[in-house]
C-alpha cells in the first residue's frame, strides 16, 4: 500500500548542507513517530535522529549540535536538515516512521528505499 519516499540527497562538499525530505507516497490516516537512519557502505544501520508527533526530538551524539530533524504534520513529511557535513557522513539515509494507513487500520513500521548521501572534496 503506501510507502515512504525519501528526497533530497547528493553530493556535497565537506562543510556543506543538505535537506533530506520523507513523505508517504499516498494519503494515511496519522504519523506517529518519525526518524531518520543512515548505513555506510559495510556498516550496520545506525539511528540518526528521530521526532515524535509532538515535535521531541532525539540525535546521535555524533550529530548532535549539526543534524536537526523537524515535521510538517500537515503534510505528514519528515526533514533532516544537515549542516557542517563530514565524509564520515557518507551514507544511504533511511526515513523511517509508524504510521496509520487507515481508521482501522493499526500502526505499523515503514521503511523509505533510502536517499545516497556522499560527502566528498
Known amino acids: 500500500q503506501v510507502q515512504l519516499v525519501e528526497s533530497g540527497g547528493g553530493l556535497v562538499q565537506p562543510g556543506g548542507s543538505l535537506r533530506l525530505s520523507c513523505a508517504p507516497s499516498g494519503r494515511i490516516f496519522i504519523a506517529y513517530d518519525m526518524s531518520w537512519y543512515r548505513q555506510a557502505p559495510g556498516k550496520q544501520r545506525e539511528l540518526a535522529a528521530s521526532i515524535t508527533s509532538g515535535g521531541s526530538t532525539n540525535y546521535a551524539d555524533s550529530l548532535k549540535g549539526r543534524f536537526t530533524i523537524s515535521r510538517d504534520n500537515a503534510k505528514n513529511t519528515v526533514y533532516l536538515q544537515m549542516n557542517g557535513l563530514k565524509p564520515e557522513d557518507t551514507a544511504v539515509y533511511y526515513c523511517?516512521?509508524?504510521?496509520?494507513?487507515?481508521?482501522?487500520?493499526?500502526?505499523?513500521?515503514?521503511w523509505g528505499q533510502g536517499t545516497q548521501v556522499t560527502v566528498s572534496s
Open positions: 523511517n516512521a509508524i504510521l496509520r494507513e487507515y481508521t482501522f487500520s493499526r500502526p505499523d513500521d515503514y
